[in-house]
Nanobody, 117 residues
Framework: QVQLVESGGGLVQAGGSLRLSCAAS????????MGWYRQAPGKQRELVAT???????NYADSVRGRFTISRDNGRNTVSLQMNSLKPEDTAVYYC???????????WGQGTQVTVSS
């Protein structure tokens, strides 16, 4: 069973920065994809950014140029550096991983990010 441990959420003023991290464990197969999604109150969960084991990244248009995703394959960690934060970035952020070969995906418990105006 894959376990995901997230850290780094919090409260920040608009224009500030936060860094989210997620550590994955529980499988020897490795992770095809690691990434972050978010869900704001009353809205559906949406993709923020993902990164493959080869380093190919995908960003939501709303965060491209402000957020940077990175991963450490050796440590099975994925991080999201969030700069120039806006109030509309306020949401619960969820780590997501897809296990290589079996394509099973797992979710973290979520971490709250609140951006005040």
């Amino acid at each position: 069973q894959v376990q995901l441990v997230e850290s780094g959420g919090g409260l920040v003023q608009a224009g500030g920065s936060l860094r989210l991290s997620c550590a994955a464990s529980g499988t020897l197969l490795g992770f095809k994809s690691m990434g972050w999604y978010r869900q704001a109150p009353g809205k559906q969960r949406e993709l923020v950014a993902t990164i493959t084991s080869d380093g190919i990244t995908n960003y939501a248009d709303s965060v491209r140029g402000r957020f940077t995703i990175s991963r450490d394959n050796g440590r099975n960690t994925v991080s999201l550096q969030m700069n120039s934060l806006k109030p509309e970035d306020t949401a619960v952020y969820y780590c997501n991983v897809v296990v290589r070969l079996i394509n099973a995906d797992y979710w973290g418990q979520g971490t709250q990010v609140t951006v005040s105006s």
